[in-house]
């Protein structure tokens, strides 16, 4: 079952401009870890947020998590066109598994 | 380098053909996992392994098998039983997990499996 639902599924900004991807779970986790994804590629792991921290950031990216709400943002800051992406939220929820969401579609343009 | 190995990279397949796909990583991690992701959708969990000759059904484990007989490989057997195997195949791997935390997976670049 997915666990994580990404909002919106797609985005389509301007080179320059924030992006903002939220992604909303239904029960509890240990953890919820964002992914990006090029067109036909392996996803590539972005950032790690442990259920009791509420931001981190990691160079242009900056995560936050509120467990009451059940949700999570990933803000990408000066976008390029090079972050054109899918992005994924996935949440451990002490199964030793991940579970996805079904994404956000990036499209950013020069 | 290290990383993960999927191959091969495309796939086709005959209906009622098995077919076996292959995950081989120089990690030294214990814990390998596949996935399944169809067109816009997200990643589907086919099965996993946490140590060698132990491996566990994820959701969707119906119509394929796998084995795990060395620490660095995880094979995928997609067999005739999976009635809409056409899809894009990820295989992952990540450091053994402790209690209940798991941490960051490691992707391969995927198979894409065709079935004509």
């Known amino acids: 079952s997915q666990q994580g639902e990404e909002d919106p599924q797609a985005l389509s900004i301007q080179e320059g401009e924030n992006a903002t991807m939220n992604c909303s779970y239904k029960t509890s986790i240990n953890n919820l870890q964002w992914y990006r994804q090029n067109s036909g590629r392996g996803l590539v792991h972005l950032i790690l947020i442990r259920s009791n921290e509420r931001e981190k950031h990691s160079g242009r990216l900056r995560v936050t998590l509120d467990t009451s709400k059940k949700s999570s943002s990933l803000l990408i800051t000066a976008s390029r066109a090079a972050d054109t992406a899918s992005y994924f939220c996935a949440t451990a929820s002490g199964y030793s598994t991940l579970t996805f969401g079904k994404g956000t579609m990036l499209l950013v343009s020069p | 380098d290290g990383g993960i190995t999927q191959s091969p990279k495309y796939l086709f397949r005959k209906e009622g053909q098995n077919v076996t796909l292959s995950c081989e990583q120089n990690l030294n991690h214990d814990a390998m996992y596949w996935y399944r992701q169809d067109p816009g959708q997200g990643l589907r969990l086919i099965y996993y392994s946490q140590i060698v000759n132990d491996f566990q059904k994820g959701d969707i484990a119906e119509g394929y098998s796998v084995s795990r007989e060395k620490k660095e490989s995880f094979p995928l057997t997609v067999t005739s039983a999976q009635k809409n195997p056409t899809a894009f195949y990820l295989c992952?791997?990540?450091?053994?997990?402790?209690?209940?935390?798991?941490?960051?997976?490691?992707f391969g670049e995927g198979s894409r499996l065709t079935v004509l």
């Open positions: 992952a791997s990540t450091l053994r997990q402790t209690g209940s935390y798991t941490g960051e997976l490691f």
